[in-house]
């Protein structure tokens, strides 16, 4: 791989802004006149529900999008908690309903789990906006398993990089969620930064939503590293930081991940975090403005953390169901990369209903996203990606560099 990186303006992003939309079409299921069924697989609620919420408003939003077209898409909602069995009950529910396309799931444990027991053996294609646990990379899924978020084997090279060549942090502890997206992502950025001469001295893993972290943040900081990265969701992510800053703030720079890009998250800790920095997936697509706009005029408010590679998601599904002119998970799955992988014309978020329209008429298409250019790999993993660098602000959460790599 090749990565380039850029400082750009220190630019604004936000945390979310949770509004609750409804389900598009009716809510059944089973394809009747439907052109296009996606089910959305989202967390509204636990752990993930501050991300989710607005993860799920994007995933939902091309089907607002369309509902003046000419064309009918039936989109239901499926609310994961956060956990692999409500995450396996949501999808069999959908399965059982005749979706044959889902966007999710949203945590690594929930995609994986899902996509074990019930998509893969039902023949379901599925592509997460948000889980980046490395391991998906090589799931035995038939194919029927994408991304639009890019995998935690390359933020842990970012994460090292930024901590050790540009911080001069030589140093580090990990204190990483128990569930496959932290135990990789702890992995990754333990190797890459032993690699280019750091030392990890602890690394110590905890369970989500504990009343209280102080006796295992202990055991990670005994050695008082130049750093300790945090890995996990904003409701744990809320009682670490303040036990953190109760009992053990010594001024050391905390390094968090894409699960704790939270611009609530000083506010509910009653901290400015100041010494935080994070690194996370960027949208920074070809059409990132257009879905921007789109998410602010629906939803009233700015798009977070992976809502632009939910979006996307979606819309590549719908695109897919209707190049393949049935509502059947193999005949989704053989058209996705046709939608979203050069060559065609170029299509995205500006002009959705004229991308459907196209697709119908037999036309090719190249779909050029939000979050990326969307293109997908053999492994249905994307080939190029943007991450930031970020700090939290007064206001928000706020982007102070670029990273681009391809594969």
């Known amino acids: 791989m090749k990565y380039d990186r850029r400082t750009v303006l220190k630019g604004m992003g936000a945390g979310g802004i949770v509004s609750i939309a409804g389900c598009l079409g009716d809510g059944v299921g089973g394809g009747g006149d439907a052109d296009a069924m996606v089910g959305v697989l989202q967390p509204v609620t636990g752990d993930l529900g501050n991300l989710g919420a607005p993860i799920r408003d994007a995933a939902i939003l091309p089907g607002t999008q369309l509902e003046d077209s000419d064309y009918t898409i039936d989109i239901r909602e499926e609310d994961t908690e956060s956990t692999a069995n409500a995450g396996v009950s949501g999808a069999q529910s959908l399965v ?54 890019p995998s935690d084997a390359l933020q842990g090279e970012v994460m090292a990089q930024v901590a050790y060549e540009e911080r001069g942090l030589e140093s580090a502890a990990s204190f990483y969620l128990n569930n496959d997206y932290g135990q990789q992502l702890s992995d990754s950025f333990t190797s890459a930064f032993e690699e280019l ?20 943040l202990e055991s990670a900081l005994a050695d008082d590293p130049d750093t300790m990265i945090v890995i996990g969701y904003p409701a744990s992510g809320e009682v670490i930081f303040r036990d953190y800053y109760a009992d053990f703030d010594s001024g050391q720079t905390i390094m968090v991940t894409d699960g704790l890009r939270d611009g609530e998250l000083p506010g509910n800790v009653d901290n400015p975090m100041e010494n935080v920095v994070g690194t996370a997936p960027l949208a920074a697509g070809p059409q990132q403005d257009a879905f921007s706009q789109l998410y602010e005029d629906e939803y009233g408010g700015a798009p977070g953390v992976f809502t632009a590679q939910a979006y996307d998601a979606t819309a590549v599904n719908i695109l897919a169901g209707i190049a393949a002119g ?82």
């Open 96 to 149: 059982d309903a005749g979706y044959p396309a889902v966007t999710g799931a949203a945590s690594s444990q929930v995609s994986i789990t899902v996509a074990e027991d019930i998509l893969i053996p039902n023949q379901v294609v599925a592509i997460s906006p948000a889980s980046t646990a490395p391991g998906i990379t090589n799931l035995e899924d038939d194919d029927f398993i994408f991304r639009t978020c």
């Open 197 to 216: 001469g750091g030392t990890v001295s602890n690394t110590v893993s905890f369970e989500a939503e504990q009343p209280s972290y102080t006796s295992a």
């Open 326 to 407: 049935e509502t059947s998970g193999p005949a989704i799955r053989d058209s996705i990369r046709d939608v979203a992988n050069p060559d065609g014309e170029d299509v995205g978020p500006s002009n959705l209903a004229e991308a459907v329209q196209l697709v119908d008429d037999g036309e090719a298409v190249n779909y050029q996203g939000a979050s990326s250019s969307v293109n997908f790999d053999d492994n249905g993993d994307m080939k190029a990606v943007t991450y930031e660098v970020f700090e939290f602000a007064s206001d928000g959460v706020e982007t102070v560099e670029e990273i681009n790599f391809e594969a």
